[in-house]
């Protein structure tokens, strides 16, 4: 078992200290794609600081340790801590099926696995209709669902083209935004994608951004994926506690969140606990998506599964 060392920090605020602050939703304009029984809406999103994301780490995300005490850490060995670095496939090649499949968790309230293919330009979305509840194409100029995301080889494959980005939201019309707790899993992996990046997250139904912000898995491709766990104070949003996973981007991984609306939710990588936070916990109603920016390399995002618990 590859030990790892759990880092708690708080990101600055503004746009251009978080990770990738262009992909997350910005505030209160995030576009609602829908409540429960009601029609797509498309409001525009507020526009993004700089359309190139700086990377976790960088000069411009000025960080500051935080006092409180996280999860007891471990210590990784000399390799662990460091993506590698060996050659990534065409990434203008769609891969192959997901190699090392595993099944979504049993006793799931909502699981997808992608078995029925599907092209796209729209074929995905009439297929997954009761799983994925993409943006209207054109939202914020940004996004283009119907364009890029497809399904084979019992992966969904978000093509990364560097001009159209993905949004959308898991679950099925009726149930996806009334999520008040819950476990949360994702099987992912990037392909190629340098300069882009993802945002999993669980995001509130309200559209306040102050309710609640959990993303994870987040980052840049050529990064790692990491936790950004948010303030939930009104004007302090953008402050976030950070943890890392120390993998690439470029295997195959697990991630689930582990929300218990206002006592704590637990991070979990591939079934090891990462990170357990008990501040800014949020205790609303919430929808599990994710983001991709329209910039950077080509590439894919494959999704193995996704399925949710909730309580």
């Known amino acids: 078992m590859i030990k790892r060392v759990m880092t708690v920090v708080v990101v600055a605020a503004g746009a251009a200290a978080l990770a990738l ?12 794609p829908g409540t429960a029984g009601s029609s797509v809406q498309s409001a525009t999103p507020s526009a993004p600081a700089t359309k190139q ?22 210590v990784p060995s000399a390799t662990a801590g460091t993506p590698s670095s060996s050659a990534e496939p065409d990434p203008t090649v769609p891969p192959a099926a997901a190699d090392e499949t595993t099944a979504p968790p049993a006793g799931a ?8 293919p599907a092209p796209a330009g729209g074929a995905f979305a009439a297929t997954y209709a009761n799983a994925w509840q993409p943006y209207p194409d054109a939202t914020g100029g940004k996004y283009w669902s119907s ?3 497809s399904a084979h080889d019992g992966v969904m494959d ?9 949004a959308g939201t898991f679950g099925t019309p009726t149930d996806a935004w009334s ?10 992996k990037a392909s190629g994608g340098a300069g882009n990046g993802v945002a999993v997250m669980l995001w509130p139904t309200s559209n306040v951004r102050s309710d609640g912000e959990l993303n994870y898995p987040e980052g ?13 104070v009104p004007g302090h949003e953008d402050k976030a ?3 890392d996973t120390y993998v690439s981007w470029h295997g195959w991984h697990t991630y689930t969140t582990d929300w218990v609306p206002g006592q704590y939710v637990k991070y979990y990588l591939d079934g090891e606990l990462i990170g357990t936070v008990t501040e800014n916990v949020p205790t609303t109603p919430h929808r599990y998506m994710f983001q991709t920016g329209n910039w950077g390399q080509p590439g894919h995002l494959l999704i193995d599964w996704v399925a949710t618990t909730t309580n």
Not at 21 to 32: D, F, L, M, Y
Not at 109 to 116: A, I, L, M, P
Not at 158 to 166: E, I, P, S, W
């Open 241 to 243: 506690k950070s943890i």
């Open 53 to 74: 994301p700086s990377a976790p780490g960088s000069a411009a995300s000025a960080r500051v340790d935080e006092s409180t005490t996280p999860a007891t850490p471990s």
């Open 179 to 188: 999520h008040v707790g819950g476990t949360f899993s994702i099987r992912a």
């Open 220 to 232: 840049q491709f050529e990064g790692r994926p990491t936790v950004f766990h948010h303030s939930m």
């Open 21 to 32: 602050a262009t992909v997350a939703p910005a505030g209160s304009s995030e576009p609602a």
């Open 158 to 166: 978000v093509t990364l083209d560097g001009a159209h980005g993905v």
């Open 147 to 149: 364009l890029v995301a």
């Open 109 to 116: 309230t909502f699981s997808e696995g992608f078995d029925t």
